[in-house]
């Protein structure tokens, strides 16, 4: 069963990209991709499960760059 989705990305610019979701059944994380471990101390560190990975990520279709209402005029194009 596939786990993709399409995302909007921001880096290095803005575009559809598929990426990887963590298997929703997984015990480990209970559908979240991430598992928290530590050595013992007061706040655990957090990392990626083993049933996702973050980095599988396809570009689909770059966006073009947004422009600010500053830059239209009120003028009739014609």
Known sequence: MSRLRITLTHWPRRALALADTPRPNCPDCDGEG????GYGDDKPEWGPCHCWDPTRVRLLLPLPSR????????????
Do not use: G, V
């Not at 991430?34 to 471990?37: L, M, R, W």
């Open 67 to 78: 422009n600010s209402p500053a830059d239209y005029s009120d003028e009739p194009p014609f």
């Open 34 to 37: 991430f598992t928290a471990y």
